[in-house]
């Protein structure tokens, strides 16, 4: 107990003094303003929503585990789901501002959840959880930004339990590069990779012949808006991902919706998906959902 305290009590003054060296510096703590704006369309957006989801994610076998029993295997073919995400995005200190932009460092966290809703309990399917931090900058029509990311994803306990599905290692350290271009008023380009320096998947014996070493991503998206009320805007984008770990495999995603713009965000947007799941225990298994998602973006 005494070492943890003491270890709390060093790390609060390097906090304090850290901050108090960057102030004499001239940079500035906790800026409001964000040099990047995730992509609309990625399914791992970070976020506050809920959605309900249709889903075809159990309709075949999955092949990352031995074989588990669907207590009503039709049904199950096309799901329905509550779909949960929890995140922020924090910047911590403008290390540099000009006329057209800036950089600034900033930290990361989000977990993405499921339960099935036509099930006694809401039974939790799984987590996704993400924690990172980097850079963002922006000059011009130019943006993007550069992190190191944690994930780490878990099959969920009441699943497992009512069908006998065995979690697996599945995660990550990665670093996270993407870059923007404003294409149009409103409209922009983006693509962007992921360095795998250290996967969890060859932990499992049963993929240590899979190699994880790669991402790449590219879409575009867009906001706008058309209307007097300069509040009310409209949303959309669509999103390429595909991952060496499916052997390339294409995921396509894309969004649309509308709500309230400004520095932060509450909006109703549709979300269609298909490529290999976006839940990490089930990677190897095709899904094609449909999804009405209320969300927040701070």
Known sequence: MQRAVRSIAVTTVLMMSGAAAALAQGYVLLPETRFFRGPNADPFLTRFSVAVQSTNLLAS???ERPPFFLPDPEDSKQDVVAAVA???I???IRLRSWDDG??????????????RLEYAGRDDMGQDWFIGGGVEARKKEWSGRAAITHRS???GDEFAL???AERFEFGAEQLDVISAIDILPGARFYAGGTWIF?????WTPRFEDIDDRAIVQLGADGEWAPWTNQQLHVYAGIDYQAAERTEWKSGIAAAAGIGLGGKRSFRLMARVYDGPSTMGEFFLTPERYFALELVTEF
Do not use: C, E, W
């Open 86 to 88: 929890i995140g922020g």
């Open 102 to 115: 800036g950089v600034q460092l900033y930290v990361d966290g989000k977990v993405f959840s499921r339960f």
């Open 162 to 164: 009512n069908t006998g």
């Open 90 to 92: 924090i910047p911590l």
């Open 61 to 63: 076998p999955a092949t």
């Open 153 to 155: 994803s878990h099959i």
């Open 198 to 202: 250290r996967s969890y998947l060859k």
